[in-house]
């Protein structure tokens, strides 16, 4: 099993350079896998959206709160740290051009040595996503098609250079350049809580990341993944599960009982602090519990 931390955007401090370093540096020196950072480009004061992870309808995060770019803040983190991963938690795919997203994730994985890991989903917060220009209703297509044109830009290393014609967008003899430095590129996984979320990972993903499911409707979404990827000729056995859990609350007994669904990652979230000794205190206690190096 592996074991990533969800960094602590909640406590307001993931935009403090020397609070974040810190964290993320003792994290690696815990012996976590990786890191994840959030993103939402823009909050809508008073949204309307529906948030789908709280009977409330909103997420925990309050309207002004300080969300960092989450590329921004792993490439400030890949030059504070040396081993650790470096994850996207969810990035939120519409709000990005990919021929602009597939140059700075390559970026980032190039000048991190090959530590990144893109974690995507189609967004919930209708006016975020409109603020940055794209159509809300189409979002799921839009971002299948995303993920063709990042492969795409990250793979062709030949002299006439990449080209695509689709649905959103076009382009010829595109060269981007640097490419990833991981074998096939950067990893993509898919967050959500959706059958298209699940189908979606089997197509075009290395993995999923269901969000605020369990029991029976996970096993649904693994199955349905699973069986996508054969309908595409790939191996299912070669995708990745991530689940959720909380750092104060995992046990060893509890990360077998999610490995005996499929799980190979948990992503752990802290309590809420902008005490750095508290955070690094609870870090290390659940390194230790779970016998990490």
Known sequence: ??????????????????????????????????????????????????????????????DDLDIPDPLDLLAFLAGRTGRIGLATGVLVLPNHHPVVLAKRLATVDALSGGRLRLVVGMGWMREEIEACGADFDSRG?????????????????????????????????????????????????????????????????????????????????VALMREEAERNGRDPDALELTLGHSLSAVTPEKAERLAGLGAGRLVLRGNVTTDLDEAKDELSACAQRLGLS
Not at 8 to 37: F, K, L, N
Not at 182 to 208: C, E, F, N, S, W
């Open 1 to 62: 099993m592996k074991y990533a931390v969800l960094l602590p955007v909640a406590a307001g401090v993931t935009a403090d350079p020397e609070w974040i370093a810190e964290y993320v540096r003792h994290a690696e020196d815990c012996g976590y896998e990786s890191v994840g950072a959030v993103e939402h480009a823009v909050v809508a004061s008073g949204y309307s959206s529906v948030y789908p992870y709280d009977g409330s309808g909103r997420m925990e995060l309050a």
């Open 141 to 221: 297509r839009r971002g299948d098609e995303q993920l063709q044109v990042l492969r795409k830009l990250w793979a062709e290393t030949g002299p006439e250079g990449a080209s695509h014609d689709g649905e959103f967008f076009r382009f010829e003899g595109a060269m981007s350049y640097p490419k990833p430095v991981q074998k096939g590129g950067v990893p993509i996984h898919v967050g959500g809580h959706t059958k298209a979320a699940a189908r979606r990972a089997g197509r075009y993903g290395d993995g999923l990341q269901p969000l605020g499911v369990a029991g029976d409707e996970l096993r649904g979404l």
